[in-house]
């Protein structure tokens, strides 16, 4: 329990301090977010509520509240400073509200939540058990899961060139598609329909590319980090062999890109477990 607050308390530290930045370096969750709306577009769908989990600063929610004008969406984020800008982008006339909350404990009753829409979070998800659960916990039988999320080819130079200068995971672990799907079926979540697809994103060069990370939370939030500086030596070293990389002048950055869906089936729902009705949930104060 302990060793999650930590790691959940630095996904804030660090969206927090990326919130006013988000907007000009979100190129990936831009992509992402298109190729999900395009998705979402194909599937007859008419949610009265909804979920824009890790909403960041409510692109999507924006999108969501555009084309399901009589659905009420929720954005959540566990960022109160990304809430705040999201708030600020949005017309007080839509039926959109910000909630900050953790994803592995959402505040709705359950089989309440008619489509949960959440644009690479799950990277940032260290229980994904846990999170697939809840998920099926507060969705509705039939209601819609549909997510993106980066894969294990996602970074791989950049890995590589750090294994060879210590022992400290610079780049997360990213799950599987195939394990994603077992773990949707096995907390309780049905039909699930997954595919991957390769980017490639060119940069001029190196400090571009840490721009767009650090602009975007995207630094690293691992466990097995060092919690230390990690010295300026190293940093020399892996500025030095990620240099060799570029090509033609362009830094290439490879990414494994995972689209999936699901249906809710509420199997795994405890009829203990303390919640909240909606209608009761009072916006965050800001």
Not at 127 to 145: A, C, H, S, Y
């Amino acid at each position: 329990m302990k060793e999650q607050i930590f790691f959940q308390n630095n996904i804030e530290q660090k969206s927090n301090a990326a919130a006013k930045t988000f907007a000009k370096h979100d190129f990936i969750h831009h992509h992402c977010r298109n190729d999900l709306i395009e998705r979402i577009k194909l599937m007859n769908l008419n949610p009265k509520l909804a979920i824009d989990l890790g909403c960041a600063i409510g692109s999507s929610s924006r999108f969501l509240a555009k084309n399901f004008k009589q659905c009420r969406i929720l954005s959540v984020d566990l960022s109160k400073s990304m809430l705040i800008e999201s708030r600020k982008k949005r017309s007080v006339l839509t039926r959109i509200s910000e909630i900050q909350a953790s994803a592995h404990s959402l505040p709705f009753t359950s089989n309440s939540i008619d489509l949960i829409f959440t644009n690479l979070l799950m990277p940032w998800i260290d229980d994904l058990p846990l999170f697939f659960t809840e998920i099926n916990r507060v969705l509705k039988k039939n209601g819609l899961f549909i997510f993106s999320t980066l894969g294990p080819d996602t970074l791989q130079n950049i890995k590589s060139i750090w294994n060879k200068i210590d022992d400290y995971e610079h780049v997360n672990p990213f799950i599987d598609m195939h394990i994603i799907g077992d773990l949707i079926l096995k907390t309780g979540l049905s039909d699930p329909v997954l595919d991957a697809e390769k980017l490639t994103i060119n940069y001029k060069n190196i400090d571009s590319f840490f721009a767009d990370i650090t602009n975007t939370g995207a630094r690293n939030s691992l466990r097995n980090r060092n919690h230390g500086l990690t010295s300026k030596q190293k940093i020399n070293l892996f500025k030095t062999a990620l240099n060799k990389c570029i090509k033609d002048s362009q830094l290439n950055i490879e990414l494994e890109l995972i689209y999936g869906h699901a249906w809710g089936n509420n199997l795994n729902s405890n009829p203990n477990e303390f919640s909240v009705n909606v209608s009761q949930i009072k916006k965050m104060p800001i």
